[in-house]
Each structure stands twice: as structure tokens, then as C-alpha cells.
């Protein structure tokens, strides 16, 4: 008879990785090959095996409950990438709102979703900016801690899971309005200067004719401002990765 012990428990371990595999965009994502991303669950699980001490579950109902919990724990630390990338999206929505970008869209390669093109190059900027500045590893290095702070099997849900979550949503909020505030502001004082402007001249319609004005101005800012996403992204990553580690510690 053979012995499926010692794959349970090597299944058990690959559903952390897996997770964080399936949520982190820097991994490839949801829409990445399905060969990549399971050839890089079990290349993560098989390089948490001398460091991990997988314990025996007792019966299905056991097996399912650790399974449930490793889920949670790698899906935690999966979306704390996911609110980088996400804030950065936001951005490209805020901007490509105010520029005029928002009336064509297409479908982001991240997520399936449709977005405009700002959104779609922001979050691709920030996955570029999160590999280029190794935060990958930092990811990582947070999937090997985190079997120390959170052991494998564990059952328990400390409290404050509300207070971080809000926190993570308001990181979202926070990044957006970092990179997407010049083109916003500028782009807010030329609405004014248009609206007096019609306002003093009616039959010029420069409500109407100021679109090209507002695409004008407003690609000159994004081109001004583009250094300032790297920037931004790149001093987000160690809050967020802090925010998605002390979600993942509640689980313990």
C-alpha cells in the first residue's frame, strides 16, 4: 500500500506559496500561464522544505481547516502587492479621467479587467518598478518569515483584521492621489481658467473647444511628472509589504 503521507503534507506546504503565487501580481497574476504559476508554487515549496515543519493533520476535517488557514495566510500576503499595484491603477484612472483617456479602454493584462490606458501603464509601471528594485525578494523573504511568525496548522484569528484592512484601502487611496495629484491639479486650474475665459468671451465655446486645450496641457504634466511614479511606487513598497505581513500575523 502507498504511503500519501508524505504528499499531503508536501500539498499542505505548496498552498501558502501557491496563494501568494495566484495574488501577487509580481508573479504574474491571474492571467499568467497556468505552467508558470504552479511551476513556481513548487519551486517555493520545495524551497520552504528545510525550513518548515509540516505537522500531521488529523482526518479531512483537520486537513481542510490548515488548508483554509494557509490560504488565508498566502492570500494576505498576496494582496499587500495587490494594493500597489491597485493604488497605482487608481492613479492612471484619476489622470486618464481628468486628461480625457477615459473614454477608450482596453484590457489590462494583469487582471482581465478593462481600464484605460493610464491605469493599464501605471500598474504595469509599478510591477516593473516593484522587480527593478528587487522587491520580489523582499516578497519572498516575507513568504519564509511568515511559516515563523504564522506556523503552518495554526487555527487562531487575532483581533484588529478590520483596523489593517481599512489601512490597506486607504494605502490604495493614498498612492493614487501621490501620483495622479500634479496632473489633477494642474489640469483643476486649467477648468478654471476655461471657465472664466467662456465666461467673459461666450461665443468663443471654450467649454467645447477646450478639450484639445485639457489633452494638451494634460500630456505635458503626465510627461513632467512620469518620474514621479517610480518615486512613489518604490517608497510604498516596504509600507505595504508591513501592512500585508501584520495581516498575515492576525492568523496565527
Given at each position: 500500500m502507498i504511503d500519501l503521507e508524505p504528499f499531503t503534507r508536501l500539498g499542505v506546504l505548496l498552498v501558502r506559496p501557491g496563494m501568494l503565487v495566484l495574488a501577487a501580481p509580481a508573479f504574474g497574476g491571474t492571467f499568467a500561464p497556468a505552467l508558470l504559476k504552479v511551476g513556481l508554487t513548487v519551486l517555493f515549496g520545495l524551497a520552504m522544505v528545510p525550513l518548515v515543519a509540516v505537522p500531521q493533520a488529523a482526518g479531512p476535517l483537520g486537513l481542510g481547516v490548515v488548508v483554509f488557514h494557509e490560504a488565508v495566510v498566502g492570500l494576505a500576503l498576496g494582496f499587500a502587492i495587490r494594493v500597489l499595484v491597485a493604488g497605482a491603477e487608481f492613479a492612471g484612472q484619476l489622470a486618464g479621467f481628468q486628461v480625457g483617456f477615459s473614454y477608450a479602454s482596453l484590457v489590462d493584462p494583469q487582471t482581465g479587467a478593462r481600464n484605460n490606458v493610464?491605469?493599464?501603464?501605471?500598474g504595469m509601471m509599478a510591477v516593473l518598478v516593484l522587480l527593478g528594485i528587487n522587491g520580489h525578494h523582499d516578497i519572498l523573504r516575507a513568504l519564509a518569515l511568515s511559516y515563523g511568525a504564522v506556523p503552518l496548522g495554526g487555527m487562531?484569528?487575532?483581533?484588529?483584521?478590520d483596523e489593517l484592512v481599512a489601512r490597506q484601502l486607504a494605502a490604495v487611496f493614498l498612492l493614487a492621489l501621490q501620483i495622479a495629484s500634479p496632473v489633477m491639479i494642474v489640469l483643476f486650474i486649467v477648468e478654471i481658467a476655461l471657465g472664466l475665459a467662456a465666461k467673459a468671451a461666450p461665443m468663443l465655446n471654450l467649454m467645447a473647444q477646450g478639450f484639445p486645450i485639457r489633452v494638451g496641457v494634460g500630456l505635458l504634466v503626465l510627461a513632467a511628472s512620469l518620474r514621479v511614479v517610480p518615486m512613489t511606487v518604490e517608497a510604498a513598497v516596504p509600507r505595504v509589504l508591513e501592512l500585508g505581513a501584520r495581516t498575515a500575523a492576525l492568523f496565527r
Open positions: 493610464l491605469g493599464t501603464a501605471y487562531g484569528l487575532a483581533p484588529g483584521l
